[in-house]
């Protein structure tokens, strides 16, 4: 057994016994960026597909958690345990989505990412989407009107959607000068507050792997705006969900948020101070 495999191995578990095939499916994860919109739009997607999970990743690379079912729908939905790193899969729609929800340890983001992409070329995933955001407050002069939304695609995913893209008159994310003020010819990508969406995409590139990165420039505060903002962004393309009125606008789409999201800010002031 290879090393590679002994990896996939330990940290992909199944839910159950069933023998799992991921092959030609589409894997949406978010990154941990500013304002948690990644994921943020992931919960809405699980939520309102009502998505079954179906393994979790057990990795030491991500700070360890353990919580409630965030997506209870009743009272013995809630008992049931949650972890940093769930896989959720939808075989009609060939979708599988993993959730994660701590933080990359320090110095463990590179062994993260490798582990991400061995299982993704390992199951054959047909392409990866990353949902992510960006520091508003840090975006170049170019970005600072119209849409707050860009996207990203490796060479290897490009050649596949271009013609959808160019349907959807999305806007890609600008290169920014590596040396501002000193030398424009040097471009780079520039995604500040994005977590480790840069080196995920650019190790993405280097194996050959089709994948897009969506992002929405934002502040911190309440990002549940920016949330349904980038899950439309993302059903605009991969058309997950369909609308419920006769109109073709996404905006249409009836997202459900999930129970968790009631306690996203805490609970409620206690009458008895006032």
Known sequence: MSKESHIFLIMFIASDSKDLDFRGFSLILPAVSVGNVGQLAVDL??????????????????VPMAGSNPYARSADDAV??????????????????????????????????????????QNGFSKVVLLSSSH???????QLLGTPLRYLMTPDLQSIVQEKLQSLSWKELERIAAFPGVSETEQQIYIPGGGFTKSLFQDSCSEGIPMAVLL????????????????????DWLQLVECTGSTSSMSSVQWIAPSSWKLLFGCGLPPLIF
């Open 80 to 121: 049931e345990l949650s972890i940093n790193a769930e896989v959720y899969s939808l075989p009609e729609k060939k979708l599988a989505v993993l959730q994660i929800r701590s933080p990359v340890l320090q110095n463990k983001s590179k062994e993260f990412r490798q582990i991400i992409l061995s299982w993704v070329k």
């Open 45 to 62: 997607l699980i939520s309102t597909l009502t998505l079954p999970r179906v393994g979790y990743i057990y990795t030491e690379c991500l």
């Open 136 to 142: 508003a407050y840090q975006r170049d002069d170019r």
């Open 216 to 235: 929405i420039f934002c502040s911190e505060g309440d990002n549940i705006p920016d949330a349904f903002a980038l899950v439309n962004y993302l059903n």
